[in-house]
């Protein structure tokens, strides 16, 4: 019998960076699982986490974010064969504002005068 390889060769850069997607996806998933370990820790003992972990975490999860969301619109673009358009979020607005990362933290958040 005769193997029939349903892969195309043309698809292969296409497929690397499905792959690519799928690593950055299950990054995701682990900085996720890590913040909220930290952050139940952090609850049950209040002071345990810094403030500046605590943004160091929020601003490396905004990259990762950020570094997706730029995957899947390039990938997306090159299946449909249409420029990229980011229709969601400016690539500097944060995930979360201010206010709610200090009632996360239980900080009281800085006001603009």
């Not at 690519?20 to 930290?38: C, D, G, H, P, Y």
């Not at 810094?50 to 390039?74: F, G």
């Not at 420029?83 to 958040?109: F, G, H, K, W, Y």
């Amino acid at each position: 019998m005769i193997a029939l390889e349903r892969r195309q060769a043309a698809n292969a850069a296409l497929r690397q960076k499905i792959d690519q997607i799928q690593a950055e996806n299950q990054t995701i998933k682990s900085a996720m699982e890590e913040l909220e370990v930290r952050l139940i820790a952090s609850a049950r003992q209040p002071g345990s986490w810094s403030m500046a972990d605590s943004q160091h975490a929020l601003s490396r999860l905004q990259a990762l974010y950020k570094l997706q969301r730029t995957s899947v619109l390039e990938t997306q673009a090159e299946i449909t064969g249409q420029a990229a358009v980011e229709t969601r979020l400016p690539s500097n607005a944060p995930l979360i504002s201010a206010d709610e990362l200090a009632a996360l933290m239980q900080v009281p958040p800085e006001r603009d005068i």
